[in-house]
């Protein structure tokens, strides 16, 4: 005769799943939320790109590519990439401004004691 077993089948299945409840991880959702909110919050400077980019049109190229680059690292989640263009776009753009204002007071200062 065949031995059977007082254990039902679906006591079985919850021992076999039972190590997965006591190891999973909840507040990995909550991580990539926070995740979400901070990588939200770095900033893209598209404001000063783009009156960069009608004020001193050459000088602004390249802190147009970073902020491009910044928002495409925002909507694919990278945190650390984001930051990174964010940066080189801050850089750039502070690097265009100065020059910027630079070559255009000395435009006006030749051009006030030229004519």
């Given at each position: 005769m ?16 039972s190590?997965y ?5 909840t507040s990995?959702?909550?991580n990539?939320k ?9 900033p ?5 790109t ?6 001193f049109?050459v ?19 990278q ?13 750039s ?5 100065i020059i910027?204002?630079i070559?255009?007071s ?10």
């Amino acid at each position: 005769m065949q031995n059977i077993s007082n254990e039902s089948p679906v006591s079985n299945v919850s021992n076999v799943f039972s190590g997965y409840s006591e190891n999973f991880d909840t507040s990995n959702s909550h991580n990539l939320k926070l995740n979400a909110e901070e990588i939200e919050k770095i900033p893209d400077y598209l404001v000063w790109t783009i009156l960069n980019l009608i004020f001193f049109t050459v000088l602004s190229i390249p802190g147009l590519i970073f902020c491009i680059k910044t928002r495409d690292a925002k909507n694919s989640r990278q945190y650390s990439s984001a930051l990174e263009m964010s940066k080189k776009c801050l850089i750039s753009n502070v690097i265009a401004t100065i020059i910027g204002i630079i070559i255009l007071s000395i435009a006006v200062l030749a051009a006030i004691f030229y004519y």
